[in-house]
């Protein structure tokens, strides 16, 4: 499986940004469990958000909950994150994931997703 980030860019606080992730490769984009996570200068990689495989239930991280909305197109292979009333501390590279395998409760360790995109840099400004 590849991913390819994209969507990124600079806007100012109160703003939005969607950020796209595209899936190729041999494989039933469906089975995989997507995900989001992002890198803000300095900082560790966090988890953003997940849509589990079975059932397609979505996950966020409570800082942005309320404001981010993940959402999939399985027929287009397609991954989103429509992100609302960013904040300078949204500021970070965004990376997508994906995952055959991983376990409900692993779902924010992006240690157990096998497959990551490039990244996309979002810069908020206040």
């Known amino acids: 499986v590849q991913l390819q980030a994209s969507g990124g860019g600079l806007v100012q606080a109160g703003g939005s940004l969607r950020l796209s992730c595209v899936a190729s490769?041999?494989?039933?984009?469906?089975?995989?469990?997507m995900a989001w996570f992002r890198q803000a200068p300095g900082k560790e990689r966090e988890f953003v958000a997940a849509?589990?495989?079975?059932?397609?239930?979505?996950y966020y991280t409570d800082s942005v909950k309320g404001r981010f909305i993940s959402s999939r197109d399985t027929a287009k292979n397609m991954l989103y994150l429509q992100m609302n009333r960013l904040e300078p501390e949204d500021t970070a590279v965004y990376y997508c994931a994906a995952d055959r395998s991983i376990i409900l409760s692993s779902l924010r360790y992006g240690s157990q997703y096998d497959y990551w995109g490039q990244g996309t840099l979002v810069t908020v400004s206040s």
């Open positions: 490769g041999r494989t039933t984009f469906r089975d995989y469990t």
């Open positions: 849509i589990f495989r079975s059932g397609g239930n979505t």
